[in-house]
């Protein structure tokens, strides 16, 4: 059974970081693509950032790029996302999401963290 459990997420002031994880198991994550995405209330879900299966190709979106880092341990099938500087436009549910290097129909979703950024 493919799980994908994110966690990490909570309420943080703005300038104040946190780090998401999220724990994959069900199918082999070293061969798989892995992104975080974003949905604010009200608004569809964007793209975070994402990172290759071996780790070795990385984009982000424009508006969290020089403050997020995503990285990933395949030892460990976790991926992470580092937030720093955060800004109250960054509330959001951040989901978790892999899809396959070989079979992009085999496309996998978590339920969600949410980061509340606020004073």
């Known amino acids: 059974q493919v799980r994908l459990v994110e966690s990490g997420g909570g309420l943080v002031q703005p300038g104040g970081a946190l780090r998401l994880s999220c724990d994959a198991s069900g199918f082999t994550f070293s061969l798989y693509r892995m992104s975080w995405y974003r949905q604010a209330s009200g608004k569809e879900r964007e793209l975070v950032a994402r990172?290759?299966?071996?780790?070795?190709?990385?984009n982000y979106a424009d508006s969290v790029r020089g403050r997020f880092t995503i990285s990933r341990d395949n030892a460990k099938n976790t991926m992470y996302l580092q937030m720093n500087s955060l800004k109250p436009e960054d509330t959001a549910v951040y989901y978790c999401?892999?899809?396959?290097?070989?079979?992009?129909?085999?496309?996998?979703w978590g339920k969600g963290t949410l980061v509340t950024v606020s004073s």
């Open positions: 999401n892999a899809v396959s290097d070989y079979n992009t129909g085999l496309n996998y």
């Open positions: 990172i290759s299966s071996s780790g070795g190709i990385i």
